[in-house]
C-alpha cells in the first residue's frame, strides 16, 4: 500500500514538473503570465461599429482586400480579421459586462507579439474610455483544432465596472520589448458568466435525464 502511494506521488510530481517546464509564458506589460492552452468558451460577440474606417480583411495568415465584408468580419468569429485606419476597432454588446476577450488575427508574424498589439477599452457613451486590465492569455482560444491557423492568441480584460461599448487600439510594449502595433482583430465576446454558465448545465443535465426517462 505505502510503495503504491509513493509511485503514485513520484509520478505526479514527475508530471507537475513536465507540465511547468512546457508552459508557455509571455512577458507582458503587466508581468509574465502563463498562457492556457486550448479553446475558451465566450458569450455574446460584438457587433462592429466603425466598418467605414477597416482598411482591409484577412483571414488566418493572409491579407485579402475585399470578401466578406468588414463589417461581416468584425462581427463574427469566423477567422476573418479587420484591420483599422484609424488603429480603432469598436464593438457594442447587447448587455453591458465587466469582462472581454479579444480574438486577434495575424498577418505576417512574429509570435506572440505580432499577436498582442493592442489594449482594450471599456465606455458606455463611446466618448469616455476606460483601459481594462490584461488578466489571461490563451494559446488556441478562438479554435484549437483548425490546424491553419495557428496564431489565435485570445485575451481576456476585466473592468472594475461593466460596459456596453467596447475598443482595440494599438498599443506598443503590451509584449514586453516589442516596440510596434498594428492589430488585426477578429472579433470580440463577452465573457460568459460562471452562474449562468451553471443554469445551463444543469438545464442541459436535466432534459438528458427527462429523455432517459421517456426512453426508459
Known amino acids: ?3 503504491n502511494l ?3 506521488l513520484a509520478v505526479s510530481v514527475v508530471m507537475v514538473m513536465g507540465s511547468t517546464a512546457s508552459a ?3 512577458n507582458t506589460y503587466i508581468g509574465p503570465i502563463t498562457v492556457t492552452p486550448g479553446t475558451v468558451a465566450h458569450g455574446e460577440v460584438g457587433t462592429l461599429l466603425n466598418a467605414n474606417q477597416m482598411n482591409g480583411v484577412g483571414y488566418g495568415t493572409s491579407y485579402w482586400l475585399g470578401s466578406p465584408s468588414p463589417q461581416v468580419a468584425g462581427s463574427n468569429l469566423d477567422h476573418y480579421w479587420v484591420q483599422s485606419s484609424t488603429n480603432e476597432i469598436k464593438w457594442s454588446l447587447s448587455t453591458p459586462v465587466n469582462a472581454v476577450l479579444a480574438f486577434p488575427g495575424n498577418d505576417h508574424g512574429p509570435l506572440p507579439m505580432e499577436n498582442l ?3 482594450m477599452w471599456g465606455s458606455n ?5 476606460v483601459v481594462g486590465t490584461l488578466t489571461a492569455i490563451y494559446h488556441d482560444g478562438l479554435d484549437s483544432t483548425h490546424q491553419a491557423l495557428q496564431d489565435w492568441y485570445a485575451t481576456r ?3 472594475s ?3 456596453q461599448y467596447f475598443k482595440t487600439v494599438g498599443t506598443p510594449y503590451v509584449v514586453t520589448g516589442w516596440p510596434d502595433y498594428d492589430p488585426e482583430m477578429d472579433g470580440i465576446a463577452a465573457v460568459p458568466v460562471p452562474g449562468a454558465m451553471l443554469l445551463g448545465a444543469i438545464g442541459l443535465s436535466t432534459a438528458g435525464w427527462r429523455l432517459r426517462r421517456r426512453t426508459a
Not at 125 to 129: G, V
Open 1 to 3: 500500500m505505502k510503495e
Open 24 to 26: 508557455e509564458i509571455i
Open 125 to 129: 457613451d463611446l466618448t469616455n474610455w
Open 157 to 159: 480584460w476585466d473592468f
Open 117 to 119: 498589439e493592442y489594449m
Open 6 to 8: 509513493v509511485r503514485f
Open 161 to 163: 465596472q461593466n460596459y
